[in-house]
């Protein structure tokens, strides 16, 4: 069966500083990949989607970047955090092709002071 | 702004009855999928309609699609108290290469009391 990984599960860091979260998808390949952040008491907003190695696209500008240096990892940077930054980030995976369910990870509550 | 809007933005209801909580869109897509959200967790998919289905049943959940009206409803029957979550509904657009992209609506609390 197919599980999704994302750590740190919380994190607090000051502003300014730099940014790595990591999402690992298990029992699948080549998977399409997903970075969302959610506000507090808000939506999805879609931050990056990746259809394969190397390949990501982002949906809205901002202060982050993505890579997806193996076929099953899908990491979330930034250089210097901002305040703005803080807030909850979802990894999802989906079967490449689109038109399909996509699988939550369990998410990583950023706090940036 | 977001594709999908549901409706009502919180609802409150005694276990055992039903909930109902409704999505609006605003452009053609090729399906319309919900998730549910406890509190500080990821999303987990509930059921996915496809724009050519008009009704699709998994358990005690009922969704229905109207593509005429850019709507569609989510019917939880007997509600319990581990119901109680956020909801989302969730569009693919249709139309070009969208990889699976889905656009989320702000999602509606739904607490069920015991």
């Known amino acids: 069966s197919q599980t999704i990984h994302q750590w740190p599960a919380t994190l607090v860091q000051p502003v300014g500083s730099p940014l790595s979260l990591e999402c690992t998808v298990e029992?699948?390949?080549?998977?399409?990949l997903y970075w969302y952040r959610q506000a507090a008491g808000r939506g999805l907003q879609l931050l990056f989607y990746s259809i394969g190695i190397d390949q990501i696209s982002s949906e809205v500008p901002q202060n982050l970047s993505a890579s997806r240096p193996q076929d099953r990892q899908f990491i979330l940077s930034s250089k210097k955090l901002l305040l703005s930054d803080s807030g909850f980030y979802l990894c999802?995976?989906?079967?490449?092709?689109?038109?399909?369910?996509?699988?939550f990870g369990p998410g990583t509550r950023l706090t940036v002071l | 702004s977001q594709q999908g809007e549901e409706d009502p933005q919180a609802l409150s209801i005694q276990e055992g009855e039903n909930a109902t909580m409704n999505c609006s869109y605003k452009?053609?897509?090729?399906?319309l999928q919900w998730y549910r959200q406890n509190s500080g967790r990821g999303l987990v998919h509930l059921i996915l309609?496809?724009?050519?289905?008009r009704e699709k049943h998994s358990g005690r959940l009922r969704v229905t699609l109207d593509t005429s009206k850019k709507s569609s409803s989510l019917l939880i029957t007997a509600s319990r108290a581990a119901d109680t979550a956020s909801y989302f509904c969730a569009t693919e657009n249709a139309g070009g290469t969208s990889y699976g992209k889905l656009t989320f609506g702000q999602g509606t609390i739904l607490t069920v009391h015991p």
């Open positions: 999802a995976w989906s079967h490449g092709g689109g038109s399909d369910t996509q699988y």
């Open positions: 452009t053609s897509i090729n399906n």
């Open positions: 309609i496809r724009s050519n289905e």
């Open positions: 029992g699948t390949s080549n998977p399409n």
